[in-house]
């Protein structure tokens, strides 16, 4: 994958992505080898108190993240997708401490990073850095660019070889940005120009995970490409570990090797790229992959499958029990309302939370009656989509029947020759 050779609004003199890997083939050395577990997050909670009052006395809390359980390994990149309020952002800033976690722990190389104060924090902060979603927000006005990447430098009091200047100039000719523009101000700059300026302060200590937050959900659909491929082409030369929160399904697929699939504060689903988007297990991912737009012209007359969910995402202060998608699901029986289903690896590398999944066979085939507000859900899912659906458990459910009873005969067979050699001893 390439970056156009001009930075999108650049003037003249822009550097290219050959002269940005060319300075940045010395890069540093991690110390993380790849496939090793570099972030755990374990039963992570993030409840933020409602106070009403004079006494400011607590009435209840927004639940914006309720228990979410994942690794992410050494020089992958774990995309993190949902609707708008589902807790994308703010565990983003619980895993880099931005936030301190109502409960969970967050450990980072081993270490349990959950509660260390600014101090202990301060020597991790090489180690984890954000990538933040609106890049003029997050950069201070008044203040160069060359001021803006030269902070992280002077926060930790590290002094780069060659001085502070020269080695801003050489992570803005690693983004693809001009090293001239080094004493200029981020309203002089476009919005994609932007955002590199962001990455390149985030990449100033050498990190070892960045998060990124939404870092092109602000740009234009062109420029969006330019900075998906800066970052894809920048793990590949620094070695780099990602988790990016995205809405867009297409550029999630385009850079991720896992998603985890977000509804409400929960997972919901997480697995590799290619299973979840060949066959998708939660119905709430496939509503969300139905609603992905497939470029392709000869479709233009074709009828749209899309699954269109009834009603809005509940609220995060009083969420749904049990299953919190069972009141826009249309698979949604009495057991998803009563109880809330565990995150399971039902496939290899696929982990489901959901007593009824797709492509698999139920996890309650006892509970077949559904909730009447699966039934007005059902109203809104294409007649193919129900019935791929219906096919799809019946086939399961006979190949694993199947399955049992091959195994009950080999069983029966194998306890027979072992009678038999007994009577002829």
């Not at 002089?188 to 962001?198: A, C, K, L």
């Not at 509804?263 to 139905?290: C, F, N, Q, W």
């Not at 007649?383 to 694993?400: I, R």
Request: glycine share 8%; hydrophobic share 35%; with cysteine.
């Amino acid at each position: 994958m390439s970056i156009p050779a001009q930075a999108d609004g650049a003037e003249p003199g822009t550097t290219t992505d050959a002269t940005a890997g060319e300075t940045a083939g010395a890069t540093l050395t991690k110390d993380a080898a790849p496939g090793e577990i570099l972030l755990k997050v374990t039963g992570l909670q993030k409840h933020f108190p409602i106070r009403k009052g004079l006494l400011q006395r607590q009435t209840g809390a927004v639940r914006a993240v309720d228990g979410i359980d994942f690794e992410v390994r050494s020089g992958e990149t774990l995309g993190v997708v949902g609707e708008s309020g589902c807790g994308k952002s703010t565990m983003g800033r619980l895993i880099t401490r931005l936030l301190e976690p109502t409960a969970g722990t967050v450990e980072f190389e081993g270490k349990d990073i959950t509660h260390l104060g600014v101090g202990g924090m301060r020597p991790l902060r090489r180690d984890v850095q954000m990538i933040f979603q609106d890049p003029y927000s997050s950069l201070n006005p008044r203040h160069t660019i060359g001021t803006i990447v030269g902070a992280p430098f002077r926060l930790q009091k590290v002094t780069p070889e060659g001085g502070i200047k020269k080695e801003v100039q050489r992570l803005l000719s690693v983004v693809g940005l001009n090293p001239e523009h080094y004493n200029r101000y981020p309203h002089e700059f476009s919005g994609g120009q932007r955002q590199r300026i962001g990455i390149a302060r985030a990449l100033a200590l050498n990190p070892k995970l960045v998060v990124a937050d939404e870092p092109v959900s602000a740009l234009d659909v062109s420029i969006q490409a330019q900075v998906v491929n800066l970052l894809d082409d920048l793990q590949q030369e620094l070695g780099l570990t990602y988790v990016i929160i995205a809405h867009d399904l297409s550029v999630v697929r385009h850079v991720s090797d896992r998603i985890a699939v977000m509804y409400l504060g929960k997972i919901v689903e997480l697995a590799d790229r290619d299973a979840l988007y060949k066959a998708p297990m939660h119905p709430y991912t496939k509503a969300l992959m139905s609603a992905v737009p497939i470029p392709d012209p000869k479709r233009r007359s074709a009828k749209s499958e899309r699954i269109l969910l009834r009603g809005d995402v509940p609220s995060p202060i009083s969420p749904p029990s049990g299953c919190r998608f069972h009141t826009r699901c249309w698979k949604a029986t009495e057991i998803c309302k009563t109880t809330e289903p565990p995150l399971l690896e039902l496939k290899p590398g696929q982990r489901v939370a959901c007593h009824h999944p797709e492509n698999f066979e139920d996890q309650a085939p006892q509970d077949t009656v559904l909730l009447s507000a699966a039934k007005d859900a059902g109203e809104l899912v294409p007649d193919a989509v129900l019935a791929e659906s219906a096919e799809t458990s019946e086939a399961l459910a006979a190949e694993v029947a199947e399955a049992a009873e091959a195994t009950g005969e080999a069983e029966v067979a194998e306890e027979g020759a072992e009678k038999s050699n007994s009577d002829d001893k």
